[in-house]
């Protein structure tokens, strides 16, 4: 593949969840090598640092977990992604997965302004499609999706620039929808692979075809890569486990398929929390999923010991 001048956003965002561990992620993606395994592949490798977002006033009525912070990190973001798009493939190390309102919708945004078609691969356990009025947790890492593609409720959030086309969106490895995202999706032509689907044709089926809808279109990539994507056997660092998830075979193919497409612009690692990791496994897998992305292919793969 074409080597990128990959620059590296760290962003602690930890406050579209209860659960706390998800802010130590951009240090522990660093901590494992993922600066050294993408210059292994001869990309460039540049880190700018941690994203600290915005000071906003929002108040709610008590229901939503820290709406100003989230507000805050949205705006921080879409001028991150606005900013290193132009030279580089950014990727962006989380941090929840409330980071993808910013970084999905200023990609986007950046796409826009240069006539590309922009899609999304949103690999994850779950669609993430609430609005702030139908998520019953209150917590805003249910809502990213719903933000980018335009959804009414996200008062005092900045303005979406170019809403995500429903139809320029696959969802893969989906196994818990909230009965509110699933009237919505009714409504939305996502193409949304649960795991039945993947059970009863494969996972190289489904990315293939979208694949070949994003090249057709001379389109560009974002990815939205969640720890819980993984089956929480392979990669327990996450606090939103739902067992019967990707494999690891599952997950390199689908990177190396990506990586084969060409078409990736963008990259979101999200969710990692490394209070629950079992020594840096996750960060690890995570890390080795994004060089499979990124150029790697099986021959090439380290051997690694867990077993000491």
């Known amino acids: 593949m074409d080597k990128k001048n990959c620059i590296f956003i760290g962003v602690p965002l930890d406050c579209g969840k209860r659960r706390q561990g998800c802010l130590m992620g951009p240090d522990a993606y660093r901590t494992a090598g993922l600066a050294d395994a993408l210059t292994a592949l001869g990309h460039t490798a540049r880190d700018i ?35 290193t798009a132009p030279t580089g493939f950014p990727i962006f190390m989380g941090g929840d997965h409330a980071l993808a309102a910013g970084t999905v919708s200023g990609m986007a945004a950046h796409w826009a302004k240069e006539g590309r078609p922009f899609f999304v691969l949103w690999l994850d356990a779950h669609t993430d499609i609430h609005n702030p009025q139908s998520t019953a947790s209150g917590n805003l890492h249910g809502t990213p999706v719903g933000y980018y593609i335009g959804r009414d409720g996200f008062d005092g959030f900045p303005i979406v620039e170019a809403p995500v086309a429903s139809e320029n969106i696959c969802m893969i490895g989906i196994r818990s929808v909230d009965a509110p995202e699933n009237d919505v999706l ?123």
């Open 186 to 308: 009714q409504d939305l032509n996502i193409d949304v692979v649960d795991m039945r689907r993947i059970d009863e044709t494969d996972i190289a089926t489904h990315l293939a075809a979208f694949l070949e809808r994003v090249k057709a279109a001379n389109g560009v990539l974002h990815v939205s890569l969640d720890v819980d994507f993984l089956d929480p056997l392979h990669a327990p660092a996450v606090g939103t486990t739902v067992p019967g998830g990707a494999t690891e075979r599952e997950a390199h193919l689908v990177m190396e398929m990506l990586s084969d497409a060409g078409v990736v612009r963008s990259l979101d690692l999200v969710e990692l929390n490394p209070f629950l990791d079992d020594r840096g496994k996750t960060a690890s897998l995570m890390v080795d999923l994004t060089a499979s992305l990124m150029g790697r292919r099986v021959f090439d793969r380290p051997t690694r010991d867990y077993s000491s």
């Open 49 to 83: 640092g941690n994203v600290v977002p915005d000071k906003v006033d929002a108040s709610d009525d008590g229901h939503l977990h820290k709406l100003a912070e989230n507000i805050g990190w949205t705006f921080a973001l879409q001028r991150a992604a606005k900013d």
